[in-house]
Nanobody
């Protein structure tokens, strides 16, 4: 499995950004997809996940109501739409994939496959 994230950048507080991830190497619809982030000096944290068909999603409390995870199974792509961004959202964002759907596991242990991250910087 290969995961390639893109779309990061610099945005002002209150602004919006979409990061995307292209999946390849296996059947995309067999994998739940997720987004994680790691800020400088902090541990990696779960941000959001979406099930194989997209009918189930889960979000960290810190991003609920501001971030939206979606997937396009025809294009093997998962997106994370981020609105009302805050400086504390600044981090490297990683997309990940896993054949299971187990949010508790994802939150504590992550997912099986990881892509390289994309930097999101929110200025105050």
């Amino acid at each position: 499995v290969q995961l390639q994230a893109s779309g990061g950048g610099l945005v002002q507080a209150g602004g919006s950004l979409i990061v995307s991830c292209l999946f390849s190497g296996r059947a995309f619809t067999s994998y739940a997809m997720g987004w994680f982030r790691q800020a400088p000096g902090k541990e990696r944290e779960f941000v959001a996940a979406i099930s194989w068909s997209g009918d189930a999603t889960s979000y960290a409390d810190s991003v609920k109501g501001r971030f939206t995870v979606s997937r396009d199974n025809a294009k093997n792509t998962v997106h994370l739409g981020m609105n009302n961004l805050k400086p504390e959202d600044t981090a490297v964002y990683y997309c990940a994939g896993d054949p299971r759907w187990d949010i508790d596991y994802f939150v504590y242990y992550g997912m099986e496959y990881w892509g390289k991250g994309t930097q999101v910087t929110v200025s105050s």
